[in-house]
């Protein structure tokens, strides 16, 4: 049995240097430079997604979608809608990951980037309220829910190609361009929305909100263009080598063997929802929930808050890479934990300052809440998940462990605060659900193991 193992082990030391190897080479940089471009236009398009309808639901979809109910009702069924993707996106993990872990990256990569773009672009065409009725709401969650199935599998998809393409040594930095890309999609959304709501509000609420949606198309394409033409990753084309040669010893047996190992090693899956649900929840607090109460609860002019989420995501261009050096150098616990404990004590002055109504603070306020959650922490977490599973299952269990995370904080964060707000009628009660969230990425970083550097061949979770 130890020799087995031994011999494992060397095998997968064996494919990780013939993976640094192969970065070496000019072929083997090409694929690298692609599938980051690749992988960073994907995030992008599933951050401009989700970024465009968390600024539509707070600013405009209240008033095109029900807009016969109070401000404070009709952003808490805005943020309902938005919640419903985070319930989809579980479901895309669990399908798709199980399809990435055994027919590849690419394949997967390919069909995720149709169902986002199709869906945003048919949610720009959606009549309103007025024209059709009910069924205009109904539209907009049966859209969100098709984009969410296709961002469940995208956002680990795009992680575990980078971390399996990247340099050992430099994978913290490699693996936060998946950050960089949601950056880069949050600071399109911004910009966008920046734009259109300088409209006035007759042409804003007829036609206007619809620009940021159509457009999100051309995004889409690029993505899907250099997708076709990806190579599979280093690491998946031995795990593809060692899946062939079993199935050809015994088709019967292989498949349950591996079905059942996903279900009894899950440690590193529950330490992963847990890391998850400590920079979700805080981050779509921040950049989606403090948006919406600043401009219909506090009544702010738009631009404020969307000026904030722009000046972040520019500001995000130097803090993701930073932490991802940070986590290379000083370890992925340490760096996230800080992260985490810096989030905890954020949230209560946070709110307080933003009740000023001075944009001179609010703009800082949200800026600072993104840099924290939207960006540093996002940017350490890329190479932690990637090295806390194994190949067998790496793809369907971070995608699956992060979705349920998501849905457990960020998906249903919005909704909460919103409910939160509503029965308190005080923001206290919001700054402490903030601090508990990232508390509880916090307290995970006590228990999940150092991972920097590890070889990612190795078929053994980490914990």
């Not at 722009?310 to 803090?319: E, K, N, W, Y």
């Amino acid at each position: 049995m130890t020799v087995h193992k031994t011999a494992d082990i060397s095998a997968a030391a064996a494919a990780e240097n013939a993976a640094d190897a192969r970065f070496a080479t000019p072929s083997g940089r090409k694929a690298f430079w692609r599938a980051t471009l690749s992988c960073w236009l994907g995030t992008a398009m599933e951050y401009a997604d989700f970024a465009l309808y968390g600024l539509a639901a707070g600013i405009i979809f209240g008033d095109v979608f029900f807009p016969h109910a109070t401000p404070a009702m009709a952003l808490l069924s805005s943020f309902a809608t938005w919640s419903v993707g985070f319930i989809a996106r579980p479901i895309g993990a669990v399908l798709f990951g199980w399809i990435g872990d055994r027919h590849g990256r690419k394949v997967v990569m390919i069909i995720t980037i149709i169902l986002m773009g199709a869906s945003t672009t048919f949610i720009g065409l959606i009549p309103s309220y007025a024209t059709i009725g009910v069924w205009a709401p109904t539209c907009l969650v049966i859209l969100r829910f098709t984009q969410g199935l296709g961002a469940g599998a995208e956002l680990s998809g795009g992680t575990v190609m980078l971390g399996e393409y990247a340099p050992t040594q430099r994978r913290g930095l490699v693996s936060s361009v998946i950050a960089l890309g949601s950056n880069s999609g949050t600071l399109l959304a911004a910009l966008v929305w920046l734009i259109v709501v300088q409209m006035d509000p007759q042409s804003l609420l007829a036609w206007g909100w619809r620009i940021p949606f159509l457009s999100s198309v051309l995004i889409a394409l690029a993505a899907l263009w250099i997708r076709r033409h990806l190579r599979e990753t280093p690491v998946f084309e031995q795990r593809k080598a060692e899946l062939e040669a079993q199935r050809a010893e015994t088709l019967q047996q292989a498949e349950p063997q591996d079905t059942r190992s996903f279900w009894q090693r899950s440690r590193a899956f529950w330490l992963m929802v847990g890391l998850r649900i400590g920079e979700n929840g805080p981050s779509y607090l921040a950049q989606g929930f403090m948006v919406g109460y600043v401009a219909k609860v506090l009544m702010v002019d738009k631009s404020v808050p969307t000026t904030a989420v722009l000046i972040a995501s520019l500001l995000g261009f130097l803090i993701i890479p930073l932490a991802g050096l940070l986590s290379d150098r000083f370890g992925r616990r340490v760096t996230y934990r800080c992260f985490c404990l810096l989030l905890m004590v954020y949230a209560w002055p946070a709110f307080s300052l933003l009740d000023s109504r001075e944009p001179a603070i609010v703009i800082p306020v949200i800026v600072v809440g993104m840099a924290l959650a939207s960006l540093g922490i996002f940017g350490v977490q890329a190479a932690w998940g990637v090295e806390l599973f194994g190949v067998r299952h790496r793809y369907s269990k971070m995608a699956v462990a992060k979705e349920l995370g998501s849905i457990i904080s960020g998906g249903t964060a919005p909704l909460v605060a919103a409910a939160l707000l509503s029965y308190t009628g005080h923001w206290w009660s919001i700054a402490l659900y903030f601090s508990l969230m990232a508390s509880v990425g916090f307290i995970t970083t006590f228990f999940a193991p150092e991972t920097r550097g590890r070889d990612l061949n190795l078929p053994e979770d980490a914990a």
